[in-house]
């Protein structure tokens, strides 16, 4: 087992995933009992998705898809915010693009931030710290079964805080994790392409500025569309708009991949506006919340400096 990497995946995933949301405070989230539950399920989450996205290959895509399929087991299957009303009520989407039991608005919105910042961000970061370990596998294989029942458990601990949804939206939410999992696995199997760079290439802070803009867009049309009075489906596809639009610019411009400094300034775009929105939010009161953004700034800031 290769340690560094692995605790470091273990901090950083509950930092930028539960943190940078605003859910918890970092003095809330430094109580002894919420960083381990936090560290079971965020950190674990990380690991196992990036073990598995190495060992087949996956890349960025899968670890990715991936990162969607644990979105769903935390959203879906252990907080519920999927089928909670009186969540989405709080968070002023209301009964906007629900389905049934389950609140496609959220769903999605929830998912993709999983995918982008708790586990993709966590993993590119902690691969930027210690680039002799991005090739190997940090653990092994039978030992992976620690962080899955860990992870697994923070189910169990928190079951009865939440709401219980009927059978059928649970199991279509596990079935599209499954299906996640498996587009993740088949990408490995892949034979690898080659892409060509483009003839002029751009500075890699304008990913920066275009991941920073699509993620604050994204945030900001999911909290304000309900609003509208706009037909949900239309609404939803607006909404996932600069998602893709995003996806689109950053595959088109980008030069030197995921792990290069196009990857970086892509990574510190969309922490960016979190960061951003986390200091604002801390000057409300939570003064804590403001403090932790601007220490994690100063590990961006760091890890800039080092990729020179």
Known sequence: MTWRPVLAV?????????????????????????????????????????????????????LLLLGAAYGI???????????????????????????????????????????????GATVLIVEWLF????????????????????????????????????????????????LLVAAAWLHGRRPSRVTRAPARRPRPRVLGVV????????????YAVPSTGLAWPAGLALTLLPLVTGVLIVRRL??????GRDGLWVVTGILGFFLTLDVLVGLGGRYD??????????????LHRRAR
Request: glycine share 10%; proline share 6%; charged share 15%.
């Open 131 to 178: 680039p002799g370990d991005r090739d190997r596998a940090w653990v092994r294989p039978w030992a992976l079964i620690v962080p899955a029942v860990a992870m697994l458990g923070a189910l169990f601990v928190t079951y009865e805080e939440f709401v219980r949804p009927p059978v059928g939206p649970t199991l279509a939410a596990i079935g599209i994790a499954v």
């Open 211 to 222: 991941a920073f803009v699509c993620t604050g867009s994204h945030f900001v049309l999911v």
């Open 289 to 302: 919340l403001s403090v932790g953004a601007l220490l994690v700034t100063a590990g961006l800031i760091w």
């Open 10 to 62: 273990l901090v950083v995933a509950p930092v930028l995933g539960e943190m940078l949301s605003t859910a918890t405070p970092p003095l809330d989230l430094l109580l002894p009992w919420n960083f381990a539950l936090f560290t079971a399920l965020y950190g674990s989450g990380a690991l196992l998705c990036r073990e598995a996205a190495h060992r087949w290959g996956s890349g960025l895509t899968g």
């Open 73 to 119: 087991y935390e959203e879906a299957l252990v907080d519920r915010f999927w089928f909670d009303p009186a969540y989405a009520s709080d968070t002023g989407v209301g009964d906007y693009a629900r389905a049934g039991e389950t609140s496609l608005l959220l769903a999605t919105h929830l998912t993709a931030f999983h995918a982008a910042v708790s586990v």
């Open 254 to 259: 980008a030069t030197t991949g995921a792990r």
